[in-house]
């Protein structure tokens, strides 16, 4: 498989064409960014570190029964996936309030919520990534009804695969965000990336009564360093894939 062309830089990946029109290739960046790109950083390692943690998830949910946009992981920092036109939304999915959920409605942190909330943001980084509604969604023609339908279908698959996943691993999953695409044959599917960065993880095994994140949090909130977290994320799941069979490149 060969690189060909640089189709796209984000705040963390750049994705290039393959000389497979189906298979796209992605490299992860040590860029850490936050407040839509306010606050930024260079972090040695993570780069790494997130291509694999998201390689570990795409296959313990693979085994679950949920399938991704995920190829194979082929160095350190990149991996080959499957060449998707993606829906421009930020798919939210909440167990616990956190975040901007907290501030928005004043509820305290860690207060926990009685159903999964399933939210939805348009990708957008000139508008901030606004929320909006399901009619919203199909009234701008981002996503059809019966697509809609189908990606909050999943979103809520991922969500239970996940929470099983992590809760194996002593970590509550409080929130998460994902996106969805389409392949070239209509299907939808899970893509882009499930990692440290991308959702809330809460150390339940330390028992100190205090949150321990595991997560981008410590970064966005000045509370410490990341790295040591992600890899704590990364030797747990690897060991979870061992004990399950899970079998990893
Ligand atoms: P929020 O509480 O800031 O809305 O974030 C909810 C979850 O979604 C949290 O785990 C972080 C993740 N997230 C992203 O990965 N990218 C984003 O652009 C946003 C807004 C949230």
Redesign the pocket.
């Known amino acids: 498989m060969e690189k060909i062309e640089q189709l796209y830089e984000g705040k963390a990946k750049k994705l290039y064409s393959t000389d497979d029109p189906d298979i796209l290739w992605v490299e992860y960046m040590n860029q850490a960014t936050a407040g839509n790109g306010e606050k930024k950083a260079q972090i040695e390692g993570k780069g790494s570190l997130n291509n694999h943690i998201t390689s570990v998830i795409f296959a313990l949910l693979k085994a679950r029964g949920v399938n991704s946009h995920f190829v194979k992981r082929i160095s350190d920092t990149e991996q080959l996936v499957r060449h998707m036109t993606m829906f421009p939304l ?1 798919i ?1 999915m ?1 167990n616990t309030a ?4 907290a501030t928005r409605y004043d509820v305290e942190e860690g207060t926990a919520l009685k159903k999964p909330i399933l939210e939805f ?1 348009v990708k957008s980084d000139d508008l901030g ?1 606004p929320f909006i509604n399901d009619d919203g969604i199909v009234a701008l023609g981002l996503a059809t009804e019966d697509e809609l339908a189908e990606i909050s279908r999943q979103a809520r698959a991922v969500n239970d695969a996940l929470l099983d996943i992590f809760k194996a691993i002593d970590v509550q999953l ?4 994902i996106e969805e695409g389409k392949t070239s044959d209509g299907a939808i599917l899970l893509a882009d990336e499930i990692t440290p ?4 993880l809460w150390d339940t095994k330390e028992g100190s009564g205090k949150i321990e994140h595991l997560d981008k949090d410590l970064f966005r909130r000045d509370l410490g360093n990341i790295i040591p977290a992600y890899e704590e994320i990364l030797t747990r799941l690897k060991n979870l894939a061992a004990k399950e069979g899970v079998e990893l490149d």
């Open positions: 930020e939210i909440r956190a975040g901007s959920f943001c990534d409080v929130d998460f965000k960065d991308t959702c809330r």
